[in-house]
């Protein structure tokens, strides 16, 4: 089993920054990580994602403004966000994948972006 907890959401202006966290634990090894977002009324989208050797993509929408990192020794996956719009407006969600342990996801956490 492997949990995922997320942090860092949050209500903020337009040309703001926040950073969420999402700490893994449990029978976890290093995996693919990523994080996805849903909007109210639309599907859920890949915003970004962190390979084993800690390579990268991002969804051309968040491109130059996102940056999503990682510290292994923590098991925390991390994605600064800034100059955020309100279409960036949704619940944040992080994902594990491993193919022998399985796919996993947080429990979300919201990002508000309104004047």
């Known amino acids: 089993q492997v949990q995922l907890v997320e942090s860092g959401g949050g209500l903020v202006q337009p040309g703001g920054s926040l950073r969420l966290s999402c700490v893994a634990s449990?029978?976890?090894?290093?995996?693919?990580m990523a994080w996805y977002r849903q909007a109210p009324g639309k599907q859920r989208e890949l915003v970004a994602d962190?390979?084993?050797?800690?390579?990268?993509s991002y969804a051309d929408s968040v491109k130059g403004r996102f940056t999503i990192s990682r510290d292994s020794a923590q098991n925390t996956v991390y994605l600064q966000m800034n100059n955020l719009q309100p279409e960036d407006t949704a619940g944040y969600y992080c994902?594990?994948?491993?193919?022998?342990?399985?796919?996993?996801w947080g429990q979300g956490t919201q990002v508000t972006v309104s004047p």
């Open positions: 449990g029978s976890i090894r290093l995996a693919t």
């Open positions: 994902y594990y994948s491993d193919r022998k342990l399985g796919d996993y």
């Open positions: 962190i390979r084993i050797f800690g390579i990268t």
